[in-house]
């Protein structure tokens, strides 16, 4: 079956602007994660929702950053006014549920703010 | 809170020679572990994953895992390396029953022909 699909995969925008990233999980997967990874680093937590609701926000950078998945499937991650410093790969995954251990990633959406 | 260190940055082996990959971890209560590979412009593909039961846990392509807790170590290992090993690989912990994944820096491994 599909894996986690990521929408774009490549995003150049310039300080400043809005950008939204897409996340589609595998079917069924009722918990969805957000991650992001700068170069020479681990993926760092962002988010993570159960259904429609972000039942953890902790990892959000602060409030230019903005998740939501209304369906209960696909996601979209928002950012307000990038800076260079939001410059990563955000990683999408996905988990059949939130105690279920193992989750799914998705091929990431690099961002490049210039 | 929980963390995991991989000490090594970047290792390069000769293709055939055997590999292990070292993470150690720190947590409270048994975690769960696992090992992911990372190929350039791909995601993280899960190896292999520990929860609990044989501390020896064996994975896709070849690679194996020991868990041992005294040495708070989860250290990934294949006899054989073959050149499309070469790949960034990250060790995560999580917690039974909890969502929450803290991964290491990586190591990039490199293959000599």
């Known amino acids: 079956g599909a894996g986690v699909s990521q929408t774009p995969s490549n995003k150049v925008t310039e300080k400043g602007k809005y950008v939204e990233l897409r996340c589609d999980p595998i079917?069924?997967?009722?918990?969805l994660y957000w991650y992001r990874q700068s170069l020479g680093q681990g993926p760092e937590f962002l988010i993570y929702?159960?259904?429609?609701?972000?039942?953890?926000d902790s990892g959000l950078p602060n409030d230019r950053f903005f998740a939501v998945r209304p369906e209960g499937s696909v996601s979209t991650l928002k950012i307000q006014r990038t800076e260079r410093g939001d410059s990563a790969v955000y990683l999408c995954?996905?988990?059949?549920?939130?105690?279920?251990?193992?989750?799914?990633f998705g091929p990431g959406t690099r961002l490049t703010v210039l | 809170a929980q963390s995991v260190t991989q000490p090594d940055i970047h290792i390069t082996v000769s293709e055939g020679a055997s590999l292990e990959l070292r993470c150690n971890y720190s947590?409270?209560?048994?975690?769960?572990l696992f090992w992911y590979v990372q190929s350039p412009g791909q995601g993280l593909q899960l190896l292999l994953k520990?929860?609990?039961?044989?501390?020896l846990v064996q994975g896709i392509k070849g690679f194996e895992a020991e868990f041992k807790r005294s040495q708070s170590s989860f250290n990934l290992r294949k006899p054989s390396v073959h050149w499309s090993d070469a790949a960034e690989y990250f060790c995560?912990?999580?917690?039974?029953?909890?969502?929450?994944?803290?991964f290491g820096k990586g190591t990039k491994l490199s293959v000599i022909p």
């Open positions: 929702f159960q259904g429609t609701g972000a039942a953890d």
């Open positions: 947590y409270g209560a048994t975690p769960y």
């Open positions: 520990y929860f609990s039961g044989d501390t």
């Open positions: 995560a912990v999580g917690a039974a029953g909890s969502y929450q994944l803290t």
């Open positions: 079917s069924g997967h009722t918990a």
């Open positions: 995954a996905s988990s059949l549920t939130s105690t279920s251990g193992e989750q799914f």
